[in-house]
């Protein structure tokens, strides 16, 4: 069995990210064809082609690697000034010079005069810039959505209201583990008969949606006889319960215990129950979207920026006798594993909501790293295209305000060999990425 879920925890992922990609790529498809773009191919993967099927003017299909995805549009490299669309010409100059030469020859023999109004080069900086960020917009978007239905859907890691445990005595905030009743006054909750798995549905007349609830009535209590309202057997009960006043840690926003500049908890003096709520997936507000959302893109980022650092340390890892960094950058094979990983485990707690919860956490944050990795501007990248149109626009507006004429679209086919070097860093980057994930594999089970 645990062979079977392993398998389908990779298709779950592998189908995820397909997905993905096709969106992506249908992110520029659209815009792309709504702007009146020729578009000859729209293809899911890289290599030898495993099924297509021609709709119109555009060829679908994929292909054997899936690595990533493309469009094809006519025209991504602006015909000589003094050729006409689909003119090939003899020339003679640099390497360079011959490259960029001949890639501007291949793009126009693709096309004739009749189609020099729909190439991408043509349209206006405003329009390239949409057809450019429609991939990578359409992995946000996708990245948010998951995340959605994750914290709203499903829920994220809290503690609900239905009572777990209940201490039988109070012990000081910082009592070591073990510590004996012995002595020690008895707890209220114990005191007022509320026992584990009593759902606490109000106290002092607050109601209780949620664990945070539960220690703000208490805490504000003080040592005032409350009613706490339970859930017990399918009925419901009123018992009275006096907390008393002892020092309890300092919680944060976020409900975790504050520490001082010498990692010493810090405590005040509040209302104290007794009672433990259950660990469980609990559903959020649709709030908490945004800003998960902003710390999934930020750490992405920074992942990106240290790349090259991050990169080394994973050679360091795959090479040497290093672990891998848990949170560094991880291929394809390094997410599939992970995944069928997190179906197969047999963890106590860990059962089929806390897997697709996990799981969906996952697909979250390979649309947030594609969408961050889109934007590095560096061709073949999207954020190089997007670069070349902002620096297109600011030619444009430069010229006008001085007077010259258009300088026309920017010739990104110059920048072909940066473009290749580029894309063979990338290659590296990929094998290297492989080869760790084979021999010095990130697990999330030990």
């Not at 503690?159 to 070591?176: I, N």
């Not at 001082?260 to 005040?268: F, Q, S």
Request: with cysteine.
């Amino acid at each position: 069995m645990s062979v079977l879920l392993f398998v389908l925890g990779v298709l779950a992922i592998a189908v995820g990210l397909a997905v993905s990609i096709a969106l992506h790529e249908l992110g520029h498809l659209v815009p792309a064809k709504a702007f009146g773009v020729r578009v000859t191919q729209y293809m899911i993967g890289f290599g030898p082609t495993v099924l297509a099927r021609r709709r119109g003017e555009t060829e679908y299909g994929i292909k054997a690697l899936p690595l990533g995805g493309y469009i094809r549009m006519i025209g991504m490299y602006p015909p000589r000034r003094d050729d006409a669309p689909g003119t090939i010409r003899e020339h003679s100059t640099g390497f360079f010079q011959q490259m960029s030469a001949e890639a501007k020859d291949w793009e126009a023999s693709q096309y004739g005069p009749e189609d020099a109004h729909r190439t991408f080069s043509a349209l206006a900086v405003p329009k390239k810039l949409v057809v450019m960020l429609g991939g990578p917009a359409m992995n946000l978007v996708l990245s948010v959505l998951i995340l959605g239905v994750l914290v709203c859907g499903i829920g994220l890691p809290g503690v609900t209201p239905t009572v777990s445990t209940v201490s039988q005595c109070v012990l000081p905030a910082d009592a070591p583990e073990g510590t004996s009743c012995e002595g020690m006054p008895p707890a209220p909750a114990a005191a007022a008969g509320i026992e584990p798995g009593d759902v606490l549905l109000s106290i002092d007349g607050r109601d209780i949606d949620g664990w945070g609830d539960v220690t703000a009535s208490v805490r504000a209590a003080g040592d005032r006889t409350v009613d706490v309202v339970v859930s017990r057997d399918g009925e419901q009960l009123t018992l009275q319960a006096t907390p008393i006043v002892d020092a309890r840690p300092v919680l944060d926003a976020d409900g975790r215990a504050v520490l001082d500049a010498d990692g010493e908890l810090v405590t005040e003096q509040v209302g104290f129950l007794g009672v433990a709520g259950t660990p469980d997936l609990v559903r959020q507000s649709p709030a908490r979207v945004p800003g998960m959302a902003w710390e999934a893109f930020t750490g992405t980022a920074r992942i990106v920026i240290s790349l090259p650092v991050r990169l080394w340390e994973v050679g360091q890892a795959a090479f040497g006798t290093q672990e891998r960094d848990p949170n560094g950058p991880i291929g394809v094979v390094g997410v599939s594993r992970l995944a069928g990983e997190v179906a197969a485990a047999e963890q106590p707690g860990f059962e089929l909501r806390e897997k697709i919860a996990t799981l969906l956490s996952m697909l979250a944050s390979l649309n947030m790293a594609l969408f961050v990795f889109n934007l590095i501007p560096l061709m073949p990248l999207d954020g190089g295209h997007v670069l070349g149109a902002l620096v297109e626009g600011v030619r444009r507006a430069w010229a006008r305000l001085r007077g010259r004429p258009d300088p026309g679209p920017v010739d990104m086919s110059r920048l072909l060999p940066l473009t290749y070097a580029v894309a063979s860093v990338f290659l590296v980057m990929t094998v290297l990425l492989l080869y760790a994930d084979i021999v010095k594999p990130i697990t999330l089970f030990p």
